[in-house]
């Protein structure tokens, strides 16, 4: 199942679309060990016909599962694109595709998304990270390269 209008349903009057759309059928082609899908993509769109082209406007939201780049911690990161506007114009050099009076809105969904993820997914802006005390030792140790710059060689 992709995001789709139906071309006809426009020509009187625009469309509403609000539903949820599969994470498989994005095809997002998440390469990230750091990021997984898990939960479908939430939409609430409006559709109308405009001069030689479509006007979408609305919200996307996708929620990710991710793992803090500096601590490990696992956490929800939401996606969304609350003021999402698309125009798709249907003559033309740019012209959007129609395949049996339909066009397809899941590739332009699918970039706009992949441009909001994180490069690195991070708990919290302060995240201190991995905690680096040892056993008897105070968290206050000198850093390793004061210790190398003891040396005499």
């Not at 030689?52 to 803090?68: F, W, Y």
């Not at 968290?139 to 005499?152: C, G, I, Q, R, Y």
């Amino acid at each position: 199942m992709a995001l789709k209008v139906n071309l006809r349903h426009l020509e009187e009057h625009g469309l509403h679309l609000k539903g949820d759309l599969p994470v498989e059928d994005l095809d997002l082609g998440l390469r990230d060990e750091m990021m997984s899908l898990g939960k479908p993509l939430r939409y609430d769109l409006q559709v109308e016909a405009v001069a030689h082209g479509l006007l979408v406007q609305g919200k996307l939201e996708l929620a990710l599962d991710c793992r803090c780049v500096r601590c490990l911690k696992s956490f929800e990161k939401r996606v969304e694109l609350p003021h999402w506007t698309l125009h798709l114009p249907l003559e033309g050099e740019e012209k959007a595709p129609v395949d049996n009076d339909c066009v397809d809105l899941t590739p332009y969904a699918r970039e706009d998304i992949l441009l909001e993820f994180p490069q690195h997914p991070v708990c919290k802006p302060d995240c201190a990270g991995l905690k680096k005390d040892r056993p008897g030792k105070p968290s206050t140790s000198p850093a390793a390269w004061n210790e190398l710059d003891k040396l005499k060689i």
